[in-house]
Every structure is written in structure tokens, then in C-alpha cells.
T-cell receptor, first 117, second 115 residues
Framework: AQKVTQAQTEISVVEKEDVTLDCVYE???????LFWYKQPPSGELVFLIR??????QNEISGRYSWNFQKSTSSFNFTITASQVVDSAVYFC??????????????FGKGTSLLVTP | DTAVSQTPKYLVTQMGNDKSIKCEQN?????MYWYKQDSKKFLKIMFS???????INETVPNRFSPKSPDKAHLNLHINSLELGDSAVYFC??????????????FGEGSRLTVL
């Protein structure tokens, strides 16, 4: 069975601080995908990144970076120089392309990030 | 052009009523999903469906039923609504086969409030 754990329920930082959101996953499969989604206060789910299990390269996109480590089953997300607009709930998710639930994503419980001025 | 659209966006109704939420996608995807997000923001899969197979999360009460008139639509019917059904319901779609990258494309959500 798959499981995604986001141990940080809420994080509060002051603008311009760096913040890392942790994600640990469990799966028996060798082929899988990992995702991060952002849910701002307006409620929609915004796709941020997808990683497949064979690609452990870290990725940077502007102020966002992701650290994927298979050895520790972690896929952490760092926001550099945080801004108020980064305030949102962030979800880590795991997809097993061979599961019998189609390609449904299993989500972690989310980390609520509050960035204050 | 909205890729995955849900209607209504807000729905307030009384306990015991029957209601539907509609979902349409114009992405040409084969697989559609319904997720429930509860008051604690936890997102849980309810159904996944393609034109061949409906897969139901076993924890979903049988008062919930998906209806798919064609592969671009997956509507959610809820009978005998209960207070605990209050949540935000998200529709999503994804391609299948070689086009599948695991990414889901979500609608904007439908907030259901049961009084």
C-alpha cells in the first residue's frame, strides 16, 4: 500500500525566509511518480512539479526547489526568499501507474504555510 | 478555455436531499476522478473511471454514485445527503496509456454544504 506523510501540519515564516516542506513516502513499487500541488486560499489545486522514480535529479524553478532522495524515500520542497503570496496549503502526492485505482494520486495531509510580512 | 470544469461551484442543501455535481473535461482524457476534500483539507480519492472500468474506493458510501454519459463527463450523484457529506469535491482527469505521466488535471472544486 502507498502512503505519503507530511509531518509538518502548519509552518509560519516571515517574508524572505527560506522554508522547507517535508514529504516522506512509502510504496512497494519501483515505478512511481511524485508530485507537489499548491492550494492557495482561493481553493484551486495548482500543479507544481512531477518526478518519476527513475529521475533523482534535483530541480529548481525560480524560488522553488525540490530534493528527491530515494534512499530516504523523501521528496522535499524548498521555497527560497518566501513571499506572502506563497501562503497556501502544499500537498505532496504519490502515483502508482500500476495500481488498480487507475492513476489516482495518494495525497499527504498537506502542510499549511503562512508567510507574514 | 477551462480544461476541467465543475458545476455548481457552491451548493447548499438540506439533509436527506439528493444532489448532483457535474464535471466536464475538454482535454480528451480517458480517465476521470472524483476526490473529496474534508474540513481538515485531506484529499481522498472516491472514484476513478475510464470508459472501461469504474474503480470505487471501498470506503465511499453507496449513496455516492458516479455517472458517465461519455468519456468527457463524469457526474457525481449523492442520495440522502448527510451532514458529513459537507466538503469540497474535486473532479480530475488524466490521459491513459503511453500519454500518462501520472499528473492529474483538477477542476476548481465544488463546495457542498449540507444543513
Amino acid at each position: 500500500a502507498q502512503k505519503v506523510t507530511q509531518a509538518q501540519t502548519e509552518i509560519s515564516v516571515v517574508e524572505k525566509e527560506d522554508v522547507t516542506l517535508d514529504c516522506v513516502y512509502e510504496t512497494r513499487d519501483t515505478t512511481y511518480y511524485l508530485f507537489w500541488y499548491k492550494q492557495p486560499p482561493s481553493g484551486e489545486l495548482v500543479f507544481l512539479i512531477r518526478r518519476n522514480s527513475f529521475d533523482e535529479q534535483n530541480e529548481i524553478s525560480g524560488r522553488y526547489s525540490w530534493n528527491f532522495q530515494k534512499s530516504t524515500s523523501s521528496f522535499n520542497f524548498t521555497i527560497t526568499a518566501s513571499q506572502v503570496v506563497d501562503s497556501a496549503v502544499y500537498f505532496c502526492a504519490l502515483s502508482d501507474p500500476h495500481s488498480n485505482s487507475g492513476y489516482a494520486l495518494n495525497f499527504g495531509k498537506g502542510t499549511s504555510l503562512l508567510v507574514t510580512p | 478555455d477551462t480544461a476541467v470544469s465543475q458545476t455548481p461551484k457552491y451548493l447548499v442543501t438540506q439533509m436527506g436531499n439528493d444532489k448532483s455535481i457535474k464535471c466536464e473535461q475538454n482535454l480528451g482524457h480517458d480517465t476521470m476522478y472524483w476526490y473529496k476534500q474534508d474540513s481538515k483539507k485531506f484529499l481522498k480519492i472516491m472514484f476513478s473511471y475510464n470508459n472501461k472500468e469504474l474503480i470505487i474506493n471501498e470506503t465511499v458510501p453507496n449513496r455516492f454514485s458516479p455517472k458517465s454519459p461519455d468519456k468527457a463527463h463524469l457526474n457525481l450523484h449523492i442520495n440522502s445527503l448527510e451532514l458529513g457529506d459537507s466538503a469540497v469535491y474535486f473532479c480530475a482527469s488524466s490521459p491513459s496509456g503511453t500519454e500518462n505521466t501520472g499528473e492529474l488535471f483538477f477542476g476548481e472544486g465544488s463546495r457542498l454544504t449540507v444543513l
